[in-house]
């Protein structure tokens, strides 16, 4: 990989994960990760290829059978019994399932407000504010300008402006919003806690096809804004394209291609890689199926892993 | 089938395929075309019957369940105001000795007098205090005891689960009732110990059933993402644990209320709750037991513990039905 940028704010080195059962699940054989400050990285794969594993190991949810993962140049404590470290609440994470991503029996501003107080708790809210002061006008669309004085966001209901609902759903309980609406509210907490890296573990996989690449942008926007890291993860390769800087796709627990999205778009490598792109549909009005290999199609280890 | 999955056209196409050929009929449907013709009449009568009654038998419970849920919250909600004013209600001093002794149930005393010549009906209005509040009591300890003991052995798992689980376990193990009786023998016959004692055999449920939700919430998604956001365990308990498993829990517990009544009179009637004079429920079964001809002795408290029973049982489906609609249609 380019090695002209600074120091990764996340990386993941050689993690193995491995369930146990009989036979026990090889999730995750030898994956390196690295996250630089500010950029989007995609994170594809289909089902089962260690993706989801890969997130949780980031973000300290999963500890790894070998490997480790380094935050800050630190090593990052698995998350345990015990009350997260305050300094590695700087990675933050969004789930797969609206459905429960929120607690449903608390008010969607409690659960926002969560993520303030852990920001304000870390020193990270005045931080974050210069550095969005800086380049502000970035996002269109933006309804910007609540409250000039302060970078942003700094209240639940402010904060739900900014991921495009009303201030009023602030009292509200999570029913009573759908599955886009919920998805937004569970960026917008972990969001407020003005993370360095945000992990979204197919965040929008759950929502249809115009909710998907709404909520994608919005993170996108949201995260740079902040200068947030996101590793990006989905098994959509046509909505991951049009955000991420950089691709890395996965298959049966490995890492088989990485590179500058454009690149992996255009000139893919692996096979693996040249079937996930085959296997997006062309809206071209003749119907065709995708052309894939026969499903269950074993790779053989490929020279462009690392 | 087809017949079975399109319900409205199944009448539409028996009545029609009686009249018909068989030839057209075996080639019209392919797979079952050999008892085709000899169960499709039945068959599609069955299920014209069944869609019906099924129907209606849906229905049923839906209509009588509200009301049901009405007459036990009335009842029940009667019985818990005899808690609280039953001594000041009753005609009579519960204790007193002052009527003719075994007066059957009539003008002088509504529902008799007993060996003593104490009034009846002012004992069990009296005694609601004793029996329901103790049962009451008893089930808020045993919730409260259970829940924690579960909640800890759900959230914390490994070595504290196991520990927990195994004790629950070994408590399970015996007859609630025997256990209840060991018990309360070993205490000393005493309202209290009997309270001590049902204490002991009734918290296991709690405990089982907290520990089997909190194990599948602690790997939900916003348990997690409330650890990322530096909870502590204890605000993770309170805040994203605890509430999800609190309904759920009270409708066991108010299920319960009848069941409790029924284990403290249980003891009272073997003579390991309340000591004689108390107007406990059990202890006067138990003590009309000795004049069995004196039905009204025996059957008026009885009707106490069972409307009891039954009222909180109901009023507790009620509950569980008003926290999970979807349940309610089984």
Same mark, same amino acid.
């Given at each position: 990989?380019?090695s $002209? @940028?600074?120091?990764?704010?996340? /990386?993941a080195?050689n ?12 999730a995750?054989?030898?994956v ?5 400050p500010?950029?989007? =990285?995609?994170?594809?794969?289909? &089902?089962g290829?260690?993706k ?5 190991v980031?973000?300290?949810l999963?500890k790894?059978?070998r490997?480790?993962?380094?935050y800050?140049g630190?090593?990052?404590r ?12 700087g ?6 399932d ?9 008010r ?5 407000a ?10 990270a809210?005045?931080?974050? #504010?210069?550095?969005?002061g800086?380049?502000? $006008?970035? !996002? ?5 300008? %609540? ?6 966001p700094?209240?639940p209901?402010?904060?739900?402006? +900014? ?7 602030? @009292?509200?309980y999570?029913r ?5 609406? @919920? ?10 806690a003005?993370? $360095? ?9 759950a ?11 919005l ?11 996101l590793?990006?993860i989905?098994?959509d390769l046509?909505v ?10 996965m ?12 690149q ?13 792109l085959?296997?997006?549909?062309v ?20 020279e462009?892993?690392? | ?7 409205e ?8 395929d009686?009249a018909?050929?068989?030839p057209g009929?075996?080639?019209?449907q392919?797979?079952?075309?050999? %008892?085709?013709p000899?169960?499709?009449p ?15 038998? @849906?229905?049923?419970?839906k209509?009588? +369940? ?8 009335? =009842?029940a909600?009667? *019985?818990?105001?005899m808690?609280?004013f039953?001594?000041?209600v ?5 204790? !007193?000795q002052?009527?003719?002794r ?6 002088t ?5 007993? /060996? ?14 004793v029996?329901?509040?103790?049962a009451?009591?008893l089930? =808020? ?27 629950? #376990? ?12 060991v ?8 309202l209290?110990?009997?309270v001590?004692a ?34 502590s365990?204890?605000r ?24 409790? !009544?029924?284990l403290?009179?249980?003891? &009272? ?6 000591k004689p004079?108390?107007?406990? *429920? ?9 004049h069995?001809?004196?039905? *009204? ?17 109901f009023l ?5 039905d008003?926290?999970?609609? /979807?349940?309610?249609?089984?």
């Amino acid at each position: 990989m380019s090695s $002209d @940028r600074p120091q990764p704010i996340l /990386e993941a080195d050689n993690v193995y994960v491995e369930y146990r059962g009989t036979p026990p699940v090889k999730a995750v054989r030898g994956v390196s990760l690295a996250l630089y400050p500010g950029e989007v =990285v995609g994170l594809v794969g289909e &089902s089962g290829c260690g993706k989801s594993t890969m997130a949780r190991v980031l973000t300290g949810l999963l500890k790894p059978n070998r490997g480790e993962v380094t935050y800050r140049g630190q090593p990052l404590r698995p998350l345990g019994l015990g009350r997260r470290p305050l300094a590695e609440t700087g990675i933050q994470m969004v789930f797969q399932d609206p459905g429960s991503s929120l607690n449903p029996r608390r008010r969607v501003e409690a659960q926002i407000a969560d993520g303030l107080r852990i920001a304000v708790r870390r020193g990270a809210l005045g931080l974050a #504010d210069e550095g969005s002061g800086e380049h502000s $006008d970035e !996002a269109s669309g933006e309804r910007s300008g %609540q409250r000039p004085n302060s970078g942003g966001p700094s209240t639940p209901a402010e904060w739900l402006v +900014r991921v495009g609902m009303e201030a009023d759903d602030a @009292r509200r309980y999570p029913r009573s919003f759908s599955g886009g609406q @919920r998805q937004r509210i569970a960026a917008a907490r972990a969001l407020a806690a003005r993370p $360095d890296v945000l992990v979204a573990d197919e965040p929008i996989s759950a929502l249809d096809a115009s909710t998907q690449a709404r909520v994608a942008y919005l993170m996108t926007t949201l995260a740079a804004r902040q200068g947030t890291s996101l590793l990006f993860i989905s098994h959509d390769l046509s909505v991951v394209r049009l955000i991420a800087d950089r691709l890395v796709v996965m298959y049966a627990g490995r890492v088989v291609e990485r590179g500058p999205t454009e690149q992996v778009w255009n000139d893919p490598r692996h096979p693996y890689t040249k079937s996930l792109l085959a296997a997006i549909p062309v809206p071209d009005g003749a119907g065709k199926l995708p052309a894939v290999g026969p499903a269950g199609e074993i790779y053989p280890d490929h020279e462009a892993t690392r | 089938m087809a017949p079975s999955t399109r319900s409205e056209d199944g009448p539409l196409t028996a009545g029609g395929d009686q009249a018909a050929p068989r030839p057209g009929r075996a080639g019209h449907q392919s797979a079952p075309s050999r %008892q085709g013709p000899q169960n499709h009449p039945n068959r599609a009568d069955g299920i014209g019957k069944r869609s019906l009654t099924g129907r209606l038998w @849906r229905r049923l419970p839906k209509g009588i +369940r509200t009301p049901v849920g009405l007459i036990a919250a009335v =009842v029940a909600l009667a *019985w818990i105001a005899m808690c609280l004013f039953g001594a000041q209600v009753a005609p009579h001093d519960p204790l !007193a000795q002052e009527l003719p002794r075994f007066t059957p149930p009539g003008s002088t005393a509504w529902l008799g007098t007993d /060996e003593l010549g104490r009034d009846v009906l002012s004992r069990i209005l009296s005694g609601a205090r004793v029996t329901i509040g103790l049962a009451l009591a008893l089930v =808020v300890m045993s919730m409260v005891v259970g829940s924690l003991l579960g909640l800890v052995a759900g959230y914390f798992g490994r070595w504290v689960d196991e520990t927990v689980m195994r004790f629950t #376990d070994l408590v399970m193990a015996f007859p609630t009732v025997i256990l209840a009786m060991v018990t309360a023998a070993a205490l000393g016959a005493s309202l209290f110990n009997a309270v001590l004692a049902a204490l002991v055999v009734s918290w296991p449920q709690y405990a089982r059933v907290v520990r089997s939700m909190v194990l599948s919430l602690r790997t939900s998604e916003f348990v997690a993402s409330g650890r990322l956001l530096g909870f502590s365990p204890a605000r993770s308990i309170r805040l994203d644990i605890l509430p999800n498993v609190s309904g759920p829990t009270l409708v066991l517990a108010s299920l319960d209320i009848g069941t409790a !009544a029924l284990l403290l009179s249980g003891l &009272s009637f073997l003579g390991l709750g309340a000591k004689p004079p108390t107007p406990e *429920w059990g202890s006067m079964v138990s003590s009309a037991v000795q004049h069995f001809d004196k039905w *009204w002795l025996g059957v008026f408290p009885g009707l106490a513990i069972l409307t009891v029973v039954i009222s909180f049982n109901f009023l507790g489906d009620a509950l569980r039905d008003a926290f999970d609609p /979807e349940a309610g249609e089984a």
